[in-house]
């Protein structure tokens, strides 16, 4: 089975703070992915990776960046945190890109509050 | 217009029923289709992957396609309690590897 393992469960921080979301997978999985999901919203793409050091935006990419140094592991990064970036962030991923449109698979989010 | 709308519902059905969610979707350039259901915090979970038109069934489970209609559809059978979660529909363009998610339907399923 896909495992994909986001390092933090709860994260209460504060306004202003850089912030470091990890996800981690175990299936050498090509592509990666970072999304949020607030009620009444579903799901929106932040940032993806279809390799090491590659990465291109989503849908919502401001005050967010990304790193993915190693294969298996892609960090989303809040500049400067801000109150309307709580949420819940949801990691994902997917197959070699060549095998197009593989389903993703999730890890069990992290739920990031800025107070 | 969004790219796929699915009805948040809430949805809440007695145990043993059979539970019918759908999603319309706008493109027909839409060639795979996904169903994921989500517990309460827990990331969404793969259920089912199509791209033909017509059934799939695993389990309890079927899966719908009619693409001419642009509309999906799940349909659980005998629900059960443990059913009880948020189903996201999700659909991806030939070739692509974004995908598009319905806002999700919440499904309870009473004892």
């Known amino acids: 089975d896909v495992k994909v393992t986001q390092s933090s469960r709860y994260l209460v921080k504060r306004t202003g703070e850089k912030v470091f979301l990890e996800c981690v997978q175990d299936?050498?999985?090509?592509?990666m992915f970072w999304y949020r999901q607030d009620p009444g919203l579903g799901l929106r793409l932040i940032y993806f990776?279809?390799?090491?050091?590659?990465?291109e935006k989503g849908d919502i990419p401001e005050g967010y960046s990304v790193s993915r140094e190693k294969k298996e592991r892609f960090s989303l990064i809040l500049e400067s945190a801000s109150t309307n970036q709580t949420s819940m962030y949801l990691c994902a991923s997917s197959w070699d890109r060549s095998y197009s449109n593989q389903p993703q698979h999730f890890g069990d989010g992290t739920r990031l509050s800025i107070l | 217009q969004k790219e796929v709308e699915q009805d948040p519902g809430p949805l809440s059905v007695p145990e043993g029923a059979i539970v019918s969610l759908n999603c319309t979707y706008s493109?027909?350039?839409?060639?795979?289709f996904m169903w994921y259901r989500q517990y309460s915090r827990k990331g969404p979970e793969l259920l089912m992957y199509?791209?033909?038109?017509g059934n799939k069934e695993d389990g309890r489970f079927t899966a719908q396609v009619d693409k001419s209609s642009k509309y999906i559809s799940l349909f659980i059978r005998d629900s059960q309690p443990s059913d009880s979660a948020t189903y996201l529909c999700?659909?991806?363009?030939?070739?692509?590897?974004?995908?598009?998610f319905g806002q999700g339907t919440r499904l309870t399923i009473n004892p």
């Open positions: 493109n027909s350039a839409f060639q795979y």
């Open positions: 199509t791209y033909s038109s």
């Open positions: 999700a659909i991806v363009r030939q070739g692509a590897q974004k995908l598009v």
């Open positions: 299936m050498d999985h090509e592509n």
């Open positions: 990776s279809y390799d090491v050091k590659m990465k």
